[in-house]
């Protein structure tokens, strides 16, 4: 590529004129199919326009041409990310590193790659060597406090996140962040203050005011929680957490009715919240429909097999059983129940009293 050629192409590249860059770059290998820095920068520019196939033709020609360098590789594990093909991704950043092993930008991308395989321990391990190339790496900072927090260090995370911030303090996801690890940590003040900023940097956020509920509710504060919850479903009307959080919060405080109507529409939008079915139950049994409940209950224990939850789906349903007079059905969930914990002194305190009115029959 001639000076003045790659003059304008920064050009281009300085005023993020993509279409630019693309159709210079490709004059250029009209009359050189081997230049590699014409299909490094026009497959740069085909992935800021999203043209990922694209993209991805001109890093696999670069391998091609020019086995032995990186950028290939680099751009081709970028595609792959974008395409969550997390593994393919990873086996070009592996070349990438034993070609250069001075780049961080190619530990970071690994590291993305490794915490969405569930790597997080190896992801780690790419932000600490991306960061030891450039420490002023905010999104490193950010992307290793992710992977610690997912890990259950939030005390580690939230010196990464402080750290990120310090280096970006207008990052929105990183004040999320660091508020969902405070909460973690029962800072619920600290996690509200959190929430507060990034609801200052971006007031259509529909996550901030959710995890502000959260911390609220928390600390008692259930009223102002729902208007949080409230606010987040009117910009995110189809967020089953949202729900699920204002129903809980609802129960809270002796609003049944309102719980059911949330839990009704969290199931409309993610049957896999199958812990809901047991907290719906619950509701229509202290409201008095022990028959709903049964149903919510025994859906509970059909989708929860191997959870905390399925153990409550029968207690529950055999109080309920109970109060019905079915007194054979309840006996038997409460053994149930009794198989897993036969210590709990509730649960054989209530078999004793569903055994005597058995005899009482």
């Known amino acids: 590529m001639q000076e003045d050629d790659k003059n304008l192409i920064e050009k281009l590249f300085e005023e993020n004129d993509w279409s630019g860059v693309i159709s210079k770059c490709t004059k250029i290998l009209e009359k050189d199919a081997k230049d590699i820095e014409a299909y490094f920068k026009r497959a740069s520019a085909y992935g800021n326009l999203q043209e990922l196939e694209l993209c991805l033709q001109d890093a696999e020609r670069m391998k091609e041409l020019a086995p032995d360098d990186y950028r290939g590789y680099y751009l081709a594990g970028l595609v792959y990310i974008m395409t969550n093909q997390y593994e393919k991704a990873v086996a070009d950043y592996d070349k990438a590193i034993e070609l250069n092993p001075e780049s961080w930008k190619v530990y970071n991308n690994r590291g993305v790659s490794k915490s969405n395989l569930g790597d997080n321990v190896g992801a780690i391990s790419d932000y600490d060597k991306a960061l030891e190339l450039n420490p002023e790496d905010a999104d490193a900072y950010n992307n290793r406090g992710l992977c610690k927090s997912a890990l259950g260090d939030n005390i580690g995370a939230i010196a990464d996140y402080d750290k990120a911030l310090e280096l970006n303090p207008e990052d929105v996801e990183v004040y999320k962040s660091r508020a969902e690890a405070k909460y973690n940590i029962s800072d619920y003040v600290g996690a509200i203050t959190d929430c507060d900023k990034a609801l200052e940097l ?76 047991n907290n719906r139950g619950l509701c229509k049994s202290d409201l008095g429909d022990d028959v709903g409940a049964i149903g919510d209950f025994t859906k509970a224990i059909e989708l929860n097999r191997n959870e905390e939850c399925y153990l409550f789906g029968y207690i529950n349903r055999s109080m309920s059983y109970e109060r019905l007079g079915r007194y054979k059905e309840a006996l038997a969930d409460v053994n149930k129940y009794l198989e897993s914990d036969p210590e709990n002194n509730d649960a054989l305190e209530f078999k004793q009293k569903i055994e005597e009115k058995l005899k009482n029959e």
């Not at 600390?219 to 929680?225: K, P, S």
């Open 202 to 277: 971006d007031s259509e956020a529909a996550a901030g005011y959710n995890n502000r509920g959260l911390c609220k509710s928390a600390l008692g504060d259930n009223i102002d929680a729902i208007a949080d919850y409230d606010k987040a479903l009117e910009l995110e009307p189809e967020d089953a957490k949202a729900y699920n959080n204002r129903a809980e919060t609802k129960y809270a405080i002796g609003d049944k009715v309102g719980a059911i109507a949330d839990y009704d529409k969290v199931l409309e939008l993610n049957f896999k919240y199958v812990h809901v079915y």
